[in-house]
Protein backbone atom coordinates (compact mmCIF):
# COMPACT_ATOMS: atom_id res chain seq x y z
CA UNK A 1 0.00 0.00 0.00
CA UNK A 2 2.73 2.54 0.80
CA UNK A 3 4.83 1.96 -2.31
CA UNK A 4 1.51 2.27 -4.47
CA UNK A 5 1.00 5.62 -2.63
CA UNK A 6 4.75 6.13 -2.99
CA UNK A 7 4.31 5.76 -6.80
CA UNK A 8 1.55 7.71 -7.49
CA UNK A 9 3.35 11.06 -4.96
CA UNK A 10 6.04 10.72 -7.85
CA UNK A 11 3.92 10.78 -10.83
CA UNK A 12 3.83 13.90 -12.77
CA UNK A 13 0.43 14.35 -13.82
CA UNK A 14 -0.76 13.62 -10.39
CA UNK A 15 1.37 16.86 -9.54
CA UNK A 16 -0.01 18.76 -11.85
CA UNK A 17 -3.67 18.03 -11.68
CA UNK A 18 -3.82 17.29 -7.61
CA UNK A 19 -0.60 18.70 -6.01
CA UNK A 20 0.46 21.75 -7.70
CA UNK A 21 -1.97 25.26 -7.88
CA UNK A 22 -3.49 25.70 -10.61
CA UNK A 23 -2.32 29.64 -12.37
CA UNK A 24 -4.60 31.80 -11.87
CA UNK A 25 -5.39 31.82 -16.10
CA UNK A 26 -6.44 28.22 -14.99
CA UNK A 27 -8.51 28.94 -12.37
CA UNK A 28 -10.37 31.80 -13.62
CA UNK A 29 -11.05 29.85 -17.07
CA UNK A 30 -11.98 26.84 -15.24
CA UNK A 31 -14.20 28.71 -13.10
CA UNK A 32 -15.77 31.30 -15.58
CA UNK A 33 -16.64 27.65 -17.91
CA UNK A 34 -18.06 26.18 -14.42
CA UNK A 35 -20.60 29.72 -14.05
CA UNK A 36 -21.85 28.98 -17.33
CA UNK A 37 -22.64 25.60 -17.05
CA UNK A 38 -24.10 26.26 -13.84
CA UNK A 39 -26.15 29.39 -14.87
CA UNK A 40 -27.31 27.00 -18.00
CA UNK A 41 -28.58 24.31 -16.18
CA UNK A 42 -30.19 26.11 -13.34
CA UNK A 43 -31.31 29.64 -14.71
CA UNK A 44 -29.42 31.40 -11.80
CA UNK A 45 -26.02 33.27 -11.89
CA UNK A 46 -23.73 31.65 -8.96
CA UNK A 47 -24.38 32.71 -5.40
CA UNK A 48 -22.68 32.08 -1.79
CA UNK A 49 -24.09 34.52 0.93
CA UNK A 50 -27.48 34.18 -0.06
CA UNK A 51 -27.99 30.86 1.31
CA UNK A 52 -26.21 32.04 4.71
CA UNK A 53 -29.28 34.37 5.18
CA UNK A 54 -31.03 31.46 4.45
CA UNK A 55 -29.14 29.28 7.10
CA UNK A 56 -30.17 31.61 9.87
CA UNK A 57 -33.49 31.77 9.16
CA UNK A 58 -33.61 28.09 9.25
CA UNK A 59 -31.58 27.68 12.76
CA UNK A 60 -33.59 30.92 13.84
CA UNK A 61 -37.25 28.41 12.90
CA UNK A 62 -35.37 25.11 14.67
CA UNK A 63 -35.44 27.31 18.28
CA UNK A 64 -39.18 28.41 17.33
CA UNK A 65 -38.39 31.69 15.91
CA UNK A 66 -40.24 33.12 13.29
CA UNK A 67 -39.22 34.98 10.33
CA UNK A 68 -42.17 35.78 7.96
CA UNK A 69 -42.69 39.49 9.07
CA UNK A 70 -38.92 40.24 8.50
CA UNK A 71 -38.55 42.50 5.69
CA UNK A 72 -35.87 40.43 3.90
CA UNK A 73 -38.08 37.06 4.17
CA UNK A 74 -41.36 38.68 3.30
CA UNK A 75 -41.72 38.00 -0.49
CA UNK A 76 -43.26 34.78 -1.58
CA UNK A 77 -40.49 33.72 -3.52
CA UNK A 78 -38.47 33.93 -0.01
CA UNK A 79 -41.01 31.98 1.60
CA UNK A 80 -41.52 29.08 -0.51
CA UNK A 81 -37.21 28.40 -0.31
CA UNK A 82 -37.54 28.86 3.32
CA UNK A 83 -40.35 26.26 3.47
CA UNK A 84 -38.83 23.86 0.55
CA UNK A 85 -36.25 23.39 2.99
CA UNK A 86 -32.69 23.28 2.65
CA UNK A 87 -32.04 20.17 0.62
CA UNK A 88 -34.06 22.13 -2.39
CA UNK A 89 -32.16 25.03 -2.29
CA UNK A 90 -29.35 24.96 -4.72
CA UNK A 91 -27.76 27.73 -3.05
CA UNK A 92 -27.01 25.60 0.17
CA UNK A 93 -26.04 22.40 -2.02
CA UNK A 94 -23.69 24.44 -4.03
CA UNK A 95 -21.89 25.61 -0.79
CA UNK A 96 -21.79 22.47 0.98
CA UNK A 97 -20.28 20.80 -2.47
CA UNK A 98 -17.68 23.73 -1.99
CA UNK A 99 -16.79 22.77 1.32
CA UNK A 100 -16.82 19.10 0.00
CA UNK A 101 -14.48 19.66 -2.82
CA UNK A 102 -12.08 22.04 -0.80
CA UNK A 103 -11.38 19.12 1.64
CA UNK A 104 -11.26 16.58 -0.51
CA UNK A 105 -8.73 19.02 -2.84
CA UNK A 106 -6.60 19.18 0.50
CA UNK A 107 -6.87 15.64 1.42
CA UNK A 108 -6.05 15.10 -2.52
CA UNK A 109 -3.27 17.04 -2.05
CA UNK A 110 -2.05 15.63 0.82
CA UNK A 111 -2.35 18.81 2.18
CA UNK A 112 -4.94 18.70 5.29
CA UNK A 113 -4.05 20.25 8.13
CA UNK A 114 -5.63 21.18 11.58
CA UNK A 115 -3.91 24.89 11.89
CA UNK A 116 -3.48 25.68 15.90
CA UNK A 117 -5.16 29.22 16.96
CA UNK A 118 -2.33 31.68 17.17
CA UNK A 119 -3.82 34.37 19.44
CA UNK A 120 -7.21 35.77 20.70
CA UNK A 121 -6.56 38.38 18.62
CA UNK A 122 -7.19 35.93 15.19
CA UNK A 123 -10.39 34.77 16.78
CA UNK A 124 -11.72 38.23 17.50
CA UNK A 125 -10.43 39.59 14.21
CA UNK A 126 -12.04 36.26 12.68
CA UNK A 127 -15.31 36.80 13.97
CA UNK A 128 -15.68 40.52 13.29
CA UNK A 129 -14.43 39.88 10.05
CA UNK A 130 -17.08 37.46 9.32
CA UNK A 131 -20.03 39.22 11.08
CA UNK A 132 -19.09 42.48 9.28
CA UNK A 133 -18.76 40.25 5.70
CA UNK A 134 -22.11 38.77 5.91
CA UNK A 135 -23.40 41.59 7.11
CA UNK A 136 -22.26 43.94 4.28
CA UNK A 137 -22.93 40.69 1.88
CA UNK A 138 -26.61 41.21 2.78
CA UNK A 139 -27.10 45.14 2.73
CA UNK A 140 -25.12 44.84 -0.66
CA UNK A 141 -27.62 42.09 -2.58
CA UNK A 142 -24.41 39.82 -2.67
CA UNK A 143 -20.68 38.73 -2.33
CA UNK A 144 -17.89 38.88 -4.28
CA UNK A 145 -19.21 36.00 -6.13
CA UNK A 146 -22.91 36.77 -6.61
CA UNK A 147 -22.50 40.87 -6.79
CA UNK A 148 -18.97 40.92 -8.19
CA UNK A 149 -18.41 37.60 -10.28
CA UNK A 150 -21.80 36.86 -11.70
CA UNK A 151 -22.84 40.78 -12.12
CA UNK A 152 -20.19 41.20 -14.03
CA UNK A 153 -20.55 37.98 -16.45
CA UNK A 154 -23.93 38.91 -16.84
CA UNK A 155 -22.68 42.15 -18.00
CA UNK A 156 -23.95 44.49 -15.31
CA UNK A 157 -22.77 47.73 -14.41
CA UNK A 158 -23.50 47.47 -10.40
CA UNK A 159 -20.74 44.60 -10.45
CA UNK A 160 -17.91 46.99 -11.52
CA UNK A 161 -19.10 49.44 -8.49
CA UNK A 162 -19.13 46.76 -6.53
CA UNK A 163 -15.79 46.36 -7.27
CA UNK A 164 -14.75 49.76 -6.78
CA UNK A 165 -15.91 50.05 -3.16
CA UNK A 166 -14.25 46.58 -2.50
CA UNK A 167 -11.28 48.12 -3.56
CA UNK A 168 -11.81 50.41 -1.35
CA UNK A 169 -12.66 48.23 1.81
CA UNK A 170 -9.81 45.92 0.64
CA UNK A 171 -7.78 49.18 1.22
CA UNK A 172 -8.87 50.23 4.41
CA UNK A 173 -8.73 46.46 5.47
CA UNK A 174 -5.46 46.05 4.58
CA UNK A 175 -4.60 48.78 6.93
CA UNK A 176 -5.78 47.52 9.36
CA UNK A 177 -4.60 44.45 9.14
CA UNK A 178 -1.11 46.15 8.94
CA UNK A 179 -1.68 48.46 12.10
CA UNK A 180 -2.87 45.44 14.49
CA UNK A 181 -1.30 42.13 13.01
CA UNK A 182 2.40 43.34 12.06
CA UNK B 1 25.43 35.49 6.56
CA UNK B 2 23.09 35.11 9.54
CA UNK B 3 20.20 33.39 9.54
CA UNK B 4 16.81 33.92 10.93
CA UNK B 5 13.88 32.06 11.29
CA UNK B 6 9.27 33.61 10.71
CA UNK B 7 7.03 31.65 12.40
CA UNK B 8 3.68 31.91 10.29
CA UNK B 9 1.82 28.34 11.57
CA UNK B 10 -1.63 29.13 11.45
CA UNK B 11 -1.64 32.34 9.61
CA UNK B 12 -3.90 33.32 6.66
CA UNK B 13 -3.29 35.31 3.81
CA UNK B 14 -2.02 37.89 3.38
CA UNK B 15 -0.55 37.98 7.03
CA UNK B 16 2.69 35.87 6.31
CA UNK B 17 3.91 37.97 2.82
CA UNK B 18 3.62 41.83 5.24
CA UNK B 19 5.43 39.77 8.03
CA UNK B 20 8.25 38.27 5.40
CA UNK B 21 7.94 41.35 3.63
CA UNK B 22 8.99 43.76 6.80
CA UNK B 23 11.13 40.75 7.96
CA UNK B 24 13.53 41.17 4.98
CA UNK B 25 14.08 44.84 5.07
CA UNK B 26 15.71 44.26 7.94
CA UNK B 27 18.06 41.77 6.62
CA UNK B 28 21.31 41.95 5.24
CA UNK B 29 21.99 40.80 1.62
CA UNK B 30 23.73 37.39 2.28
CA UNK B 31 21.15 36.85 5.33
CA UNK B 32 18.85 33.84 5.04
CA UNK B 33 14.98 33.93 6.49
CA UNK B 34 13.48 30.78 7.01
CA UNK B 35 9.52 31.39 6.95
CA UNK B 36 7.30 28.60 8.26
CA UNK B 37 4.21 28.26 6.68
CA UNK B 38 0.94 25.84 6.60
CA UNK B 39 -1.55 28.24 4.56
CA UNK B 40 -1.02 26.93 0.95
CA UNK B 41 -1.56 30.99 -0.79
CA UNK B 42 1.41 31.93 1.14
CA UNK B 43 3.23 29.23 -0.62
CA UNK B 44 2.47 31.26 -3.58
CA UNK B 45 2.40 34.20 -3.22
CA UNK B 46 5.58 34.92 -0.66
CA UNK B 47 8.25 32.97 -2.68
CA UNK B 48 6.49 34.89 -5.88
CA UNK B 49 7.48 38.25 -3.88
CA UNK B 50 10.63 37.29 -3.12
CA UNK B 51 11.89 36.38 -6.72
CA UNK B 52 10.39 39.98 -7.91
CA UNK B 53 12.87 41.52 -5.62
CA UNK B 54 15.84 39.09 -6.95
CA UNK B 55 16.12 36.97 -3.64
CA UNK B 56 17.23 33.29 -3.88
CA UNK B 57 14.00 31.37 -3.01
CA UNK B 58 13.74 27.74 -2.17
CA UNK B 59 10.52 26.11 -1.14
CA UNK B 60 10.48 22.93 1.17
CA UNK B 61 7.69 20.97 1.77
CA UNK B 62 7.92 19.35 5.30
CA UNK B 63 5.30 18.14 6.06
CA UNK B 64 0.97 17.34 5.23
CA UNK B 65 0.45 21.27 4.51
CA UNK B 66 3.20 23.12 6.33
CA UNK B 67 6.25 24.49 4.15
CA UNK B 68 9.69 25.95 4.62
CA UNK B 69 10.26 28.89 2.58
CA UNK B 70 13.54 29.63 2.52
CA UNK B 71 15.06 33.10 1.31
CA UNK B 72 18.53 34.50 0.63
CA UNK B 73 19.07 37.98 0.44
CA UNK B 74 20.18 39.34 -2.62
Same mark, same amino acid.
Not at chain 1, 1 to 16: G, L, T, V, W
Not at chain 1, 42 to 52: I, Q
Not at chain 1, 127 to 152: D, K
Not at chain 2, 56 to 69: A, I, L, Q, S
Given at each position: ????????????????VFKNPFTYVTGAVLLSLFQIALFAY???????????ANWGAWIYRLFGGNVDKWYYFSSSG??????? /?? +???? @?????? #???? =? !? &??????????????????????????? /?? +???? @?????? #???? =? !? &????????????????????????????? +?????? | ??????????????????????????????????????????????????????????????????????????
Open positions: MKQFFDKISKNRYYAMSGNPWGVSGAFAQQTLDA /GV +LNNS @GSLMNF #GIAA =G !A &LLAALLASQFKFKKIKSVKQVVAAVLG /GL +LMGY @GARLAG #GCNI =G !A &LFSSIASLSLSGWVFALFLLVGAFIGSKL +LAKFFL | MAEFELDCLGEACPVPLMKTEKKMAGLKSGDTLIVHIDHSCAMKNVPEWARKQGHNVEVEEVGDGEWDVIIEKC
